[in-house]
């Protein structure tokens, strides 16, 4: 049996709304990160999920298109529906967009509107500038006026402008793995701003789930390929922010490699110390403040995780949660500062960090349904 009796479609957002649950929808439900929200969202304890759309499984409970949530009650009885979105915003009252970029604006502006508060997880409103976003993503952007009125979801960061925020512009995978680390030491002044090189490497399902010829199985597995160089589209939210938290302009050195497993991304970072390693216990006395400085920046982020002693990060401890975790060595011999990030492309690089925002906008506890 299903959780709660099933009032009229006009009337059930506000119906869950006096039950003390938010009402919550997704549009582009059937898609990776979609599924993940849906994982999500089905066991919030303080969230109903209300819709869900697809175009191609329109009409299909959710239980007939993702069979692993079939244990679920809420599962087999709602409906994929189609993205309307008039339609989604009778249903609920914060809608998440895990649709291709391009399309989640087109929804964004009648959600808003319609007096929803939009999550959305594509790259439409990371930027601040629509000049950038047509530079990197080659298309006018469907509405510019939205851009100043996103606030870019990276909790850590920007928690108080999310939780006042009516759009929210979840970051991409890429750009969370390398900002956590990277923001503290350019706030502090620790690490030069210049000659910054980032090497990523992340499993398919970064693609999303569309059938392309680089993703087959047989073109994946068993081989490792950079690609998107020497321009990937990530660079522009990216140098956006750290230049934010630099106070000057930040230009980066980013290498994304497609690696065959199906979800995580590793992250290191190679940056110049701003300091000068002179006398013997220079690289200590550094050392201490980049420990001090992560310290007083995550002091107690539920999903950031500081290793210590010997420990790195590695993607099989974080898949399935929304935990970042970081660590970092300074190398003697180069003088360089190597900083390591792991974390599940589609949790804290997608629809984790999608669901902490949620959290932040309903004043819920940040880590409801989450841990
Ligand atoms: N995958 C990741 O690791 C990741 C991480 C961070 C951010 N993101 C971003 O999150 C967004 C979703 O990514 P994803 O990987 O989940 O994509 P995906 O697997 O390709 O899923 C896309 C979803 O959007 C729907 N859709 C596609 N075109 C549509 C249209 N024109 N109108 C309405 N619905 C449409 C699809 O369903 P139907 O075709 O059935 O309608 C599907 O449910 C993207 O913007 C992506 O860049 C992804």
Redesign the pocket.
């Known amino acids: 049996m299903d959780r709660f009796p099933n009032p009229a479609a006009s009337t059930r957002r506000g119906f869950f709304a006096t039950m003390n649950l938010k009402p919550v929808a997704i549009?582009?439900?059937?898609?990776?990160?979609?599924e993940e929200l849906v994982r999500l969202l089905l066991s919030h304890p303080r969230v109903q999920l209300t819709a869900v759309?697809?175009?191609?499984?329109a009409g299909r409970t959710l239980a007939q298109v993702l069979p692993k949530f079939a244990h679920h009650p809420r599962a087999r009885t709602l409906r994929f529906s189609e993205?309307k979105a008039e339609l989604v915003a009778k249903e609920a009252q914060v809608i998440f967009l895990?649709?291709?970029?391009g399309?989640?604006a087109e929804f964004a502006l009648p959600l808003l509107k319609l007096g929803c508060q939009v999550i959305d997880?594509?790259?439409d409103f990371r930027l601040k500038s629509a000049a950038v976003y047509k530079d990197f993503y080659e298309r006018e952007h469907p509405a510019p006026a939205l851009l100043a009125q996103a606030v870019y979801g990276l909790p850590e960061v920007y928690r108080d402008q999310i939780k006042s925020a009516s759009l929210i512009a979840?970051p991409?995978?890429y750009p969370t793995s390398i900002l956590l680390p990277a923001i503290p030491l350019l706030r502090a002044g620790l690490v030069r701003p210049g000659g910054i090189i980032a090497d990523s490497l992340s499993g398919v399902?970064?693609?999303?789930?569309?059938a392309e010829l680089d993703y087959l199985f047989v073109e994946c597995n068993e081989s490792l390929r950079p690609y998107g160089l020497p321009r990937h589209r990530h660079l522009s939210e990216i140098e956006q922010e750290l230049s934010l938290a630099a106070g000057t302009q930040v230009t980066l050195q980013f290498t994304p490699h497609l690696v065959p497993v199906n979800r995580g991304i590793l992250t290191t970072l190679y940056l110049a110390p701003n300091a000068r390693f002179e006398q013997p216990d220079d690289l200590a006395e550094f050392g201490k403040k980049v420990a001090a400085c992560y310290q007083a920046a995550y002091p107690d982020e539920p999903f950031v995780r500081l290793l210590e002693g010997q420990a790195l990060p590695d993607t099989k401890n974080v898949l399935g949660t929304n935990v970042l975790e970081l660590a970092w060595r300074l190398d003697p011999r180069t003088g360089r500062l190597i900083v390591m990030s792991a974390q599940d492309?589609?949790l804290k690089?997608?629809s984790g960090q999608a669901v902490q925002s949620l959290n932040l906008i309903c004043g819920f506890p940040e880590t409801a349904g989450l841990l």
């Open positions: 549009i582009g439900a059937s898609g990776y990160s979609g759309t697809s175009r191609q499984y993205p895990a649709l291709p970029h399309v989640a997880l594509s790259a979840c991409g995978c399902s970064g693609a999303g789930r569309k492309n589609l690089g997608a």
